[in-house]
């Protein structure tokens, strides 16, 4: 019997913790998801196998938190990233905000950026069942 989950998102957070982002190649039309999910996100196969991505991508938005959900502290940025692979992620930008908010004034200087994935770990909060693991991206 085929195994219907070939990359759990224990799998997933577990490659993160060592800055290895892991995704599915299908095996119909050869396209990358991540992060995982049951079928492919490009045409809804269940043929997937397990890969290690490169973890390179490029900035294709952001947005500065100046006001912060409880239990956050403020100004951090949140990125979407188009992987090299394809598939585009959420995470978060190790970036000073100084120059986001001073230098750029919130120009659209990040976009387009090439980027490279690690990890952050966000303490608990009153709405996480503890610490909390997220792709952290540095600009490259
Ligand atoms: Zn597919």
Not at 23 to 29: F, I
């Amino acid at each position: 019997m085929k195994e219907y989950y070939v990359l759990t998102a224990k799998d997933f957070y577990d490659g993160l913790k060592e800055d290895k982002l892991l995704g599915l190649r299908c095996k119909e039309c050869g396209q990358i998801t991540c992060p995982p999910l049951p079928t492919c996100q490009w045409c809804g196969s269940k043929d997937l196998e397990k890969t290690e991505l490169s973890g390179n991508g490029e900035i294709l938005t952001f947005t500065l938190t100046d006001v912060p959900p409880e239990g956050f502290e403020p100004h951090y940025i949140v990125c979407l990233v188009r992987l090299d692979e394809g598939p585009t992620i959420m995470g978060r930008l190790d970036y000073d905000a100084e120059k986001v908010t001073v230098k750029y004034e919130r120009s659209q200087e990040l976009i387009g950026k090439k980027v490279k994935a690690g990890h952050i770990v966000l303490p608990a909060d009153k709405y996480s069942m503890g610490e909390k693991l997220v792709p952290l991206f540095k600009v490259v």
